[in-house]
């Protein structure tokens, strides 16, 4: 199993992302993908969630009409769309797989203990 983030970088405040995850090594209908993201000094946190197999997405609230998440199954790819950046985002974003047989109640819950699989994170920097 292997999950590549791709994306990260530099920004202004007010600025916008893109961050993709590439995922390999697991069947991908079989999979809910999520972002996670962790600032420094600070636990792991949830920031989306996606069933790739019938399109059903989940956002804390910091990041609700702000994030969006989508997926293109024909490339087991899932991305994250960032925009109105601020600094308070600043992480790096970790993209993570569960099976979806756990259920949606769990994935959607972004507890990163709940979830099997992880990639290595890029990093997010937003200057204000």
């Known amino acids: 199993v292997q999950l590549v983030e791709s994306g990260g970088g530099l920004v202004q405040a007010g600025g916008s992302l893109r961050l993709s995850c590439s995922a390999s090594?697991?069947?991908?209908?079989?999979?809910?993908l999520g972002w996670f993201r962790q600032a420094p000094g600070k636990g792991r946190e949830g920031v989306s969630a996606i069933n790739p197999s019938d399109n059903n997405a989940y956002y804390t609230t910091s990041v609700k009409g702000r994030f969006t998440i989508s997926s293109d199954n024909a490339k087991h790819t899932v991305y994250l769309a960032m925009n109105s950046l601020t600094p308070e985002d600043t992480a790096v974003y970790y993209c993570?797989?569960?099976?979806?047989?756990?259920?949606?109640?769990?994935?959607?819950?972004?507890?990163?203990?709940?979830?099997?699989?992880w990639g290595q994170g890029t990093q997010v920097t937003v200057s204000s």
């Open positions: 993570a797989a569960i099976p979806t047989r756990r259920g949606n109640g769990v994935f959607k819950r972004l507890i990163a203990n709940d979830w099997e699989y």
């Open positions: 090594g697991f069947a991908f209908d079989d999979y809910a």
